[in-house]
């Protein structure tokens, strides 16, 4: 049954974008029906995991956005599918924006009227296709302490607009890495160490001043171009300890402040926040000349100058029915003229932090899962968590299950399924002498007498014909593997058969069958 949050409200809202999914062409061949946001990890909608991110981080305003065309079956998942009608309350908002369609940029996306007119607060933007089992609740934290301008989180200005932003950046060189991964160049500076110590699950020493950011792909055309890398002196002038990344990966998780909505406006330029909104915001840190260029002092000088005619002080506030601020402390510095509140009176760029997630075996996990590659090795990755049913629902990690087999009933004797590494959904039917070993089962599949399954993603509704042999298979919904046949490395589309005795023992994409 769905239940309120407890986790108190963070005041910001999020954002979280259903792209296209051109990377996955064999089950978005139709994205206004099949939307990739739907495509199912480790039996859970793809979407599920950036809104239970949100429902950890504290964050209950919630808002998918995505084309007009797959509004209606994005809709009715959020209707029909258990694991998104047993969210909490307060549910996900959907936007469909009328000038929204499946080429437009991230940035541009903030352009879009709805949007600016929905933002009306600092906000979290996701990608559809994150799983982080990271708590959300511990990067607001770092921000906050960090990155956010303590007159805009006190004060009763509206909206705030001198905080700082943050972004999100992962290793892909892993114990498993993914062939052909996307990967970023980023340039960072360390912060000064805090004099106080740090508790230990802060991720406040995982910090770093952003100075750059942009695509690998980019950085190998622009040191094509140049025959290098290009170090303007500026840059190393004003940071000149600099630590450069070329393995990680820009998680696509911002945290930022509602100022950026205008200056995203100022620049029409604009089409991508990861390469384009914080590439540049990054470089105004220290390119000279660049913060008055990019307008980027005009936005911040329109949103700090008082207006006309007001003489009350920066620091006073009208807060004090709430109670929040009607402490005798700041009662006293008000009084003595404590200018801590107060907002600075030069602008400057706000700063823009680097968070970069830990490597190492036991951090938690943190990945996109934009390819097929991608798909399978995440699912048959959270296939390896403990349920409920082992641990306890206090130990579990969020995205285990309540049962390795929901439906226990559904298998017949004398069949081998590693239940520590693979996953059963409900009302599957799994026949006698199978063997299911590291894979994941969607709901409403039947695998038939003596198949065999090793290291596969089935989505709902598949039939696995008898005695077949699958190894590192995607097969979407509803296909069929006829009796007999072999396949390794395929990807098999929705609602297409495979025809008996099919034999495919190296990578394949069997597009050619005819629909069941």
């Known amino acids: ?292 260029k990019l307008g980027l002092k005009k936005v911040i000088e329109g949103r700090t100058k008082k207006p006309e005619g007001d003489t009350s002080e920066p620091g006073n506030m009208s807060m004090t029915e709430s109670g929040l601020l009607d402490s005798p402390k700041l009662r006293e510095h008000r009084q003595h003229g404590d200018r801590i509140l107060a907002k600075p009176e030069q602008s400057a760029v706000p700063p823009i932090l680097a968070y970069i997630h830990p490597s190492h075996a036991d951090a938690p996990l943190l990945r996109r899962v934009d390819t097929a590659q991608l798909l399978l090795a995440v699912s048959l990755q959270l296939a390896k968590l403990p349920s409920i049913e082992e641990t306890g629902p206090d130990a579990a990690s969020p995205f285990a299950h309540a049962k390795k087999v929901a439906y226990p009933e559904g298998v017949k004797p004398r069949t081998t399924i590693t239940r520590q590494d693979s996953l059963i959904a409900d009302n599957v039917m799994v026949e006698e002498k199978t063997s299911i070993k590291e894979s994941v089962v969607g709901a409403n599949c039947q695998i038939k007498e003596g198949a065999r399954l090793f290291q596969c993603l089935l989505m709902d509704g598949v039939v696995v014909g008898k005695g077949c042999k699958l190894t590192r298979c995607i097969l979407g919904k509803r296909s069929e593997v006829g009796e007999g046949s072999t396949l390794t490395e395929c990807e098999v589309q929705e609602n297409l058969l495979v025809e008996p005795r099919s034999k495919f023992p190296s990578p394949f994409l069997p597009y050619s069958y005819g629909t069941v």
């Open 1 to 292: 049954m769905p239940h309120a949050v407890s986790m108190p409200a963070t005041g910001l809202q999020a954002l979280i974008l259903c792209g296209p999914g051109s990377s996955f062409p064999t089950f978005t061949s139709n994205p206004d029906d099949n939307p990739k946001a739907l495509l199912p990890i480790a039996n859970r909608p793809m979407v599920w995991y950036p809104i239970d991110f949100c429902y950890r981080t504290g964050i209950t305003n919630i808002t998918l956005v995505c084309p007009p065309s797959a509004a209606d079956a994005i809709t009715a998942a959020l209707n029909t599918n258990p694991f998104l009608t047993s969210l909490p309350h307060p549910r996900p908002d959907l936007v469909a924006p009328n000038g929204l369609d499946q080429n437009t940029g991230t940035a541009e996306i903030l352009r879009l009227p709805e949007i600016r007119e929905l933002v009306t607060s600092d906000f979290v933007v996701l990608p559809c296709d994150l799983v982080c089992e990271l708590g959300g609740d511990k990067l607001l934290q770092a921000w906050m302490v960090k990155a956010a301008s303590l007159p805009d989180l006190l004060s009763d200005e509206e909206p705030p607009y001198c905080n700082g932003g943050l972004g999100v950046w992962y290793e892909t060189k892993t114990a498993t890495p993914i062939k052909g991964e996307e990967t970023d160049f980023i340039a960072t500076t360390p912060m000064p160490k805090p004099m106080v110590p740090t508790s230990k699950d802060s991720l406040v020493p995982h910090l770093s001043y952003l100075t750059y950011s942009m695509p690998k792909d980019s950085l190998n055309d622009l040191m094509d171009e140049k025959k290098g890398f290009p170090i303007r002196h500026s840059l190393l002038r004003s940071h000149p300890k600099l630590r450069m990344l070329t393995t990680h990966r820009d998680a696509h998780i911002y945290i930022l402040p509602r100022w950026v909505l205008d200056f995203v406006q100022e620049n029409e330029r604009l089409e991508s926040i990861g390469e384009d909104v914080v590439g540049w915001w990054a470089k105004a840190n220290w390119e000279t000349g660049l913060f008055e």
